[in-house]
């Protein structure tokens, strides 16, 4: 079984920079791609980032050019550097992982605060 566990979440005020990981523990031999998405309350899931298993990335236009998604594949660790920070990136940020069969699977996230 797969184990995805975010960290790096805090309080940062608006401009500021915040970096997150997530560790992946477990079966992780087959990755598709790895994401990483966030949720506000009262708002749905929302898909930020993705990398590859081939290292292609793409990005959300509301965090294109402001966030970085990255991996460490020795380390089984994707990584979010979120930069310009802004009052409305207030969520809490999951780590998803889908493998080459499709399956799916999440993290508990963890809670990014801006103040402005």
């Known amino acids: 079984q797969v184990r995805l566990v975010e960290s790096g979440g805090g309080l940062v005020q608006a401009g500021g920079s915040l970096g997150l990981s997530c560790a992946a523990s477990?079966?992780?031999?087959?990755?598709?791609?790895m994401a990483w998405y966030r949720q506000a309350p009262g708002k749905q899931r929302e898909f930020l980032a993705r990398?590859?298993?081939?290292?292609?990335?793409n990005y959300a236009d509301s965090v294109k050019g402001r966030f970085t998604i990255s991996r460490d594949n020795a380390k089984n660790t994707m990584f979010l550097q979120m930069n310009s920070l802004k009052f409305e990136d207030t969520a809490i940020y999951y780590c998803?992982?889908?493998?080459?069969?499709?399956?799916?699977?999440w993290g508990q996230g963890t809670q990014v605060t801006v103040s402005s």
């Open positions: 998803n992982l889908v493998d080459l069969g499709g399956y799916e699977y």
């Open positions: 477990g079966s992780v031999f087959s990755i598709s791609f």
């Open positions: 990398i590859t298993r081939g290292g292609s990335t």
